[in-house]
């Protein structure tokens, strides 16, 4: 068995966690117990297949500007990738 040395803490809104409770009670397990499983299998699914790069993605045209004001005429030119 494995000794469970770490801990990860999550900040849910109530409906979201209100999900997990349910998905956790079909399979029959514990709240933490089915999101670490779930959390492990889609780490492993993504390691065995990582996503492909995708520069031109719109969270990378909006990298760096977060706290930047923009209009919406310069959104939608970054939505639309121009």
């Known amino acids: ?3 469970i040395v770490d801990r990860l803490d999550l900040r849910l809104s109530i ?4 999900r997990l409770r349910r998905a956790a ?3 029959g397990l514990p709240v933490a117990t089915f999101v670490r499983e779930v959390a492990l299998r889609e780490a ?3 390691i065995a297949h990582p996503p ?3 520069h031109g993605s719109l969270a990378a045209r909006l990298r760096g500007r977060a706290t930047a004001r ?3 005429d310069e959104i939608m030119r970054l939505t ?3």
Do not use: F
Request: aromatic share 0%; no cysteine; charged share 30%.
């Open 44 to 46: 492993e699914t993504t």
């Open 52 to 54: 492909k790069a995708n």
């Open 25 to 27: 009670k079909l399979h």
């Open 80 to 82: 639309r990738g121009a």
């Open 15 to 18: 409906e979201d966690k209100n």
């Open 70 to 72: 923009l209009g919406t």
């Open 1 to 3: 068995m494995t000794m």
